[in-house]
């Protein structure tokens, strides 16, 4: 038997691949990648075959880590908890989760006996061992343990054979591949409980979700830990209530209540991205947030999207509250005879959509029901596809920036297995958006599978001080909605085509992008966004009527300032407004009322000095002006 291993040519007896590890003294590695395809280190390796390697430290190795991990957890469930029934246990990022069936529930106190069963498991060393069965013998092994939802999984099965893994007593169906002992898995925590519907579906049973997280050292769990705590500390609700932005209520779940303070960051936001999209070309619309079903059964989104859309009724016709604006952006399209020489066309809507998301997954602004996209549609031809792409790449990198987001990543989504459009018309647009990619020679990532159902995309992620990836802005190419929704132009030839549409948005949706900023500041927003950017604090009150002074040049000068002319110590009154993270504090006693000066503080409690009036105007000006 041959083996290619990294370009040499080793003559071996069959052997498990675990063995030629062994052989080759590699103690990190855990799998093995038989002509390509990831095994377990015990698959038997019998034949001519290409062969590598994947250590714990290899992101695959890390994915194969925390999915051994959710096993020992659910393992370590069904000792603690017989009647617990569980379900699915996936990777996600930085960790793992396990959904049960737990009618009795549990508690935040179980977590920490879980995890101490789960390490009881893990230096047990028990073996992990893979095990192939015909898929009735698979059936009636769960079936006679009352496994009802690993018999619910197989049933949706097309295999006539299915892997499970068993590490002592306990078995799960998986395709692996795994570890191959629970002495492995030296480094791991649990996180919290949450809720889940089976399958994702509300109208299925609630389970209970039970998440951790696993690394290759104790180290590394550590770090992350750490990381963690800090994400607590800069949640974003918990900022937005010192500085009072905003608040949700049951009556209104997944609906923002914005405060003054909230209201003026978005409306910053919204000014800055206005300018931007004008500097770009776009014209500024704005079509009605209900219509009728039938255009979005047209466009093809009742078909693909309706569980998340709201639906109502009136005078016997079913209507929408529209979840995108795109359709109507066609129909303004679709107004009058437009020309090849009209294209390309750009529009942009900050649209109020509205999305019926599960209760369960609401979470601050990261997830609602109610939001406002930055969006915008290019109706362009198909020569315009590349250089209208390329624009919009350099002003969302330019917008990023200017946020203070410098480290941005690409990647490439496409084709679905739900979707509209002929194959040959995905083809095309997933290479346009590759040669998009390539030209502008930025590093990308391939997502296969994970496209709009009308079109593949470009998403671009965000990278923030805790190393967190967010997902914000979108570039969707469509070839298929203009058709479906009947909108042409007239060609040089004056024959009639559908134009190209690209869908897109810079920072997705106004209230995520200010969580997420929230988070990334700590609420340090930078002096343009601040809701208040400056307050003026008089020491006593012989100062009043200078602090008021300071004040109106200030609003003159279209500062957002307050004046706190309180009663209270100065000590007091700093440390109130550094809490509430306004950036600049104006502190004024009598000297500084004789000298025509002002003491200059910053949130963080540095001492910028004693300025001059006017000197601290421009100095303020030019910080404002983010220079």
């Not at 699915?88 to 179980?110: A, L």
């Not at 609700?237 to 609906?255: C, N, S, T, V, Y």
């Not at 303070?261 to 704005?286: C, F, K, L, P, S």
């Not at 958006?433 to 709009?452: C, E, F, H």
Request: charged residues 25%.
């Amino acid at each position: 038997m041959i083996i290619l291993y990294q370009n040499q040519q080793l003559n071996l007896q069959p052997m498990p691949i675990g063995a030629l590890v062994k052989q080759l003294g590699m103690e990190k590695v855990i799998a093995g990648k038989v002509e390509g395809k990831l095994v377990d280190l015990s698959y038997f390796l019998e034949s001519d075959a290409a062969v590598s390697f994947v250590t714990i430290n290899d992101p695959e190795g890390l994915e194969i880590l925390r999915h051994s991990a959710a096993h020992l957890l659910a393992h370590a469930v069904k000792l603690l908890f017989p009647e617990a029934l569980p379900t699915i246990g996936p990777v996600i990022e930085d960790g793992f989760y396990y959904d049960f069936y737990y009618p009795k529930g549990f508690t935040e106190n179980d977590l920490p006996v879980i995890e101490a069963k789960m390490k009881e498991l893990a230096k047990a060393n028990h073996r992990v061992e893979r095990v192939v069965m015909k898929r009735d013998e698979a059936l009636k092994f769960f079936a006679d343990r009352g496994e009802i939802y690993k018999v619910k999984l197989i049933e949706e099965l097309p295999d006539q054979e299915v892997s499970v893994y068993k590490q002592d007593n306990f078995v799960d169906l998986c395709r692996g591949p795994h570890v191959g002992a629970t002495g492995k898995i030296k480094a791991f925590k649990l996180t919290k409980l949450s809720g889940a519907y089976w399958r994702g579906d509300s109208k299925n049973e609630v389970l209970q979700r039970i998440y951790g997280t696993a690394w290759p050292t104790q180290a590394e769990l550590d770090e992350y830990l750490k990381k963690i705590e800090l994400a607590k500390q800069r949640d974003h609700r918990l900022i937005a209530k010192k500085m009072d932005l905003f608040h949700i209520q049951e009556e209104a779940p997944g609906m923002i209540f914005w405060h003054p303070h909230g209201w003026t960051i978005y409306q910053e936001m919204r000014r800055y991205i206005t300018e931007r999209e004008r500097v770009y070309g776009y014209r500024e619309v704005n079509t009605p947030i209900i219509l009728e079903r039938s255009l979005w059964e047209k466009s093809g989104h009742a078909d693909k999207y309706a569980e998340n859309m709201f639906i109502t009724t009136s005078e016997n016709r079913q209507f929408a509250l529209k979840p995108m604006n795109c359709p109507g952006h066609v129909q303004i399209f679709k107004q009058g005879v437009r020309s090849y020489r009209d294209l390309p066309i750009r529009y942009s809507e900050f649209g109020c959509l509205h999305r019926n998301e599960a209760s369960g997954t609401l979470h601050g602004l990261f997830r609602v029901r109610g939001f406002v996209q930055d969006d915008g549609h290019i109706f362009c031809t198909e020569e315009q596809i590349a250089s209208e792409a390329c624009a919009y790449i350099e002003q969302l990198i330019s917008t990023y920036a200017y946020f203070g987001f410098a480290n941005v990543t690409m990647r490439l989504s496409t084709r679905p297995p739900k979707r509209v459009g002929s194959d040959v018309i995905w083809d095309q647009a997933e290479q346009a958006l590759t040669d998009v990619l390539n030209s502008q020679k930025i590093a990308w990532q391939l997502a296969a599978g994970d496209g709009a159902f009308y079109g593949p995309k470009i998403d671009f992620h965000l990278k923030d001080c805790l190393g967190r990836n967010w997902q914000c802005g979108t570039l969707q190419l469509d070839f298929s909605m203009p058709a479906r929704l009947g909108a042409y132009y007239i060609a040089e030839d004056g024959s009639k085509k559908h134009p190209v549409m690209l869908h897109r948005a810079m920072l997705g949706t106004i209230e995520r992008f200010m969580g997420i900023l929230l988070e990334e500041t700590g609420g340090d927003l930078p002096l343009w966004l601040a809701p208040v950017q400056v307050v003026v604090l008089n020491i006593t009150d012989a100062q009043e009527e200078y602090a008021r002074k300071i004040g109106e040049k200030l609003k003159i000068s279209s500062f957002r300032v307050i004046l706190d002319l309180r009663n209270e110590k100065i000590s007091y009154k700093i440390r109130e407004h550094s809490m509430q993270r306004v950036p600049y504090l104006f502190v004024v006693g009598n000297k500084e009322v004789a000298d025509n000066t002002i003491a200059v503080r910053t949130r963080e409690g540095k001492d910028l000095g004693v300025m001059d009036v006017d000197t601290a105007m421009a100095w303020l000006q030019k910080m404002r002006a983010n220079i």
